[in-house]
């Protein structure tokens, strides 16, 4: 979900990945395509479900070393995109995909396809986590924030201030707070 947001934040957060790249492309791509239903602790919160972004990945990467023709690969594509998050999975899509072979074909299929399986959000989590060690990524320039009445009041109602150097707006000043006190600079 972290290139998801970086898309969606930018300018005020940086992304990197394949991932955020087609977030930042496409803005109305689908929040799911990233999501992945976990387990609880006690299985160490072990996911449960393939993100649709790592099956459309792995579909297209089985076709292009020619272990699925372009038409199952388009029908796999298709019933991965159907599925509900919390049932996507690479054995419900082959099961979809190849309904009426047997189940050793089935089978023999499955393991050939997850042998190749791309973990597309893991290969940009490490590569974000490489940036950051080697100190590639800069903070990005954050434009200066006014603080106005509305954000200040729910600020205070929320019980959060805001940190050093941050100045009130003319509007926030002349603003009596809940229990009718004024701002004083």
């Known amino acids: 979900m972290g290139a998801l947001r970086a898309a969606e934040l930018f300018?005020?957060?940086?992304g990197s990945g394949l991932i955020y790249r087609w977030y930042r492309r496409y803005?109305?791509?689908?929040?799911?395509?990233?999501?992945?239903?976990?387990?609880?602790e006690v299985v160490n919160f072990a996911p449960l479900t393939s993100s649709l972004i790592d099956l459309r990945m792995?579909?297209?990467a089985a076709h292009r070393r020619g272990l699925i023709p372009v038409d199952l690969?388009?029908?796999?594509?298709?019933?991965?995109?159907?599925l509900n998050l919390r049932d996507r999975t690479l054995t419900r899509v082959i099961e979809g995909a190849l309904k009426s072979e047997d189940e050793p074909t089935a089978a023999a299929f499955q393991a050939r396809i997850q042998s190749i399986f791309v973990e597309q959000k893991r290969t940009d989590a490490l590569g974000a986590l490489q940036l950051l060690r080697a100190g590639v990524v800069a903070p990005p320039a954050v434009p200066?924030?006014?603080?106005?009445?509305a954000f200040d009041r729910d600020l205070e109602d929320a019980g959060l201030t805001l940190g050093h150097g941050q100045t009130r707006s003319a509007a926030a000043l002349d603003t009596p707070t809940s229990n009718?006190?004024?701002?004083?600079?």
């Open 11 to 14: 300018p005020y957060m940086q």
């Open 73 to 82: 690969a388009a029908s796999m594509e298709l019933i991965a995109r159907n």
């Open 180 to 185: 009718g006190e004024i701002y004083v600079a």
């Open 144 to 149: 200066d924030f006014t603080l106005t009445a």
């Open 27 to 40: 803005p109305l791509a689908p929040d799911d395509a990233v999501a992945v239903l976990h387990g609880p």
């Open 58 to 60: 792995t579909i297209r």
